[in-house]
T-cell receptor, first 115, second 112 residues
Framework: DVKVTQSSRYLVKRTGEKVFLECVQD?????MFWYRQDPGLGLRLIYF???????EKGDIPEGYSVSREKKERFSLILESASTNQTSMYLC??????????????FGPGTRLTVT | TQLLEQSPQFLSIQEGENLTVYCNSS?????LQWYRQEPGEGPVLLVT???GGEVKKLKRLTFQFGDARKDSSLHITAAQPGDTGLYLC????????????WGAGTKLIIKP
């Protein structure tokens, strides 16, 4: 059974702290994604990775960085957390194209609150 | 920028009623997906439509891809409380790499 796990379901951090969000998938997928989800805005792509040590900026990369040292693990880093980064963070993975393989499998999400 | 607009943003109906939600764009897509997200969970894929005019059924859910591959609809017959959730459409552009273009979602509540 396909599985994407995220290190925390809920996280509360203070402004200025460095925050690590971890994501692990057990499906041997090449692609991994980090999104944030805010009410009324849908899913916005922060970063994605199509291979180990490869990363591409998404639509809103500012204030974030990522690391993919192993195929199964994709980490999102908030270098200095700010209150406007309070959000639900979703990790996803997928196979490479063709189109039928675009299905993304999501983790349960991490609800991050920055105070 | 390719945009996907979903309507309505919010829908609350009684159990047993029928409903349709929409996903529209001015862009042509190679395929389109519908996901459902339940509270506290990540989205889960319901269906992928690829061919213009394609209709797919999943029990009481009927998905249609527009003839021009710019829009899609999801129709639920005899809605049940278990259908409650956020319905998201996501599309793959004609020149896309690995990314999906996401709509903002329709939040559906089915009252018993």
């Amino acid at each position: 059974d396909v599985k994407v796990t995220q290190s925390s379901r809920y996280l509360v951090k203070r402004t200025g702290e460095k925050v690590f969000l971890e994501c692990v998938q057990d499906m041997d997928h090449e692609n991994m994604f980090w999104y944030r989800q805010d009410p009324g805005l849908g899913l916005r792509l922060i970063y994605f990775s199509y291979d180990v040590k490869m990363k591409e900026k998404g639509d809103i990369p500012e204030g974030y960085s990522v690391s993919r040292e192993k195929k199964e693990r994709f980490s999102l880093i908030l270098e200095s957390a700010s209150t406007n980064q309070t959000s639900m963070y979703l990790c996803a993975s997928s196979l490479h194209p063709p189109a039928e393989a675009y299905e993304q499998y999501f983790g349960p999400g991490t609800r991050l609150t920055v105070t | 920028t390719q945009l996907l607009e979903q309507s309505p943003q919010f829908l609350s109906i009684q159990e047993g009623e029928n409903l349709t939600v929409y996903c529209n764009s001015s862009s042509v897509f190679s395929s389109l997906q519908w996901y459902r997200q339940e509270p506290g969970e990540g989205p889960v894929l319901l269906v992928t439509v690829v061919t213009g005019g394609e209709v797919k059924k999943l029990k009481r859910l009927t998905f249609q891809f527009g003839d021009a591959r710019k829009d899609s609809s999801l129709h639920i017959t005899a809605a049940q409380p278990g259908d409650t959730g956020l319905y998201l459409c996501a599309a793959i552009g004609m020149d896309s790499n690995y990314q999906l273009i996401w709509g903002a979602g329709t939040k559906l509540i089915i009252k018993p």
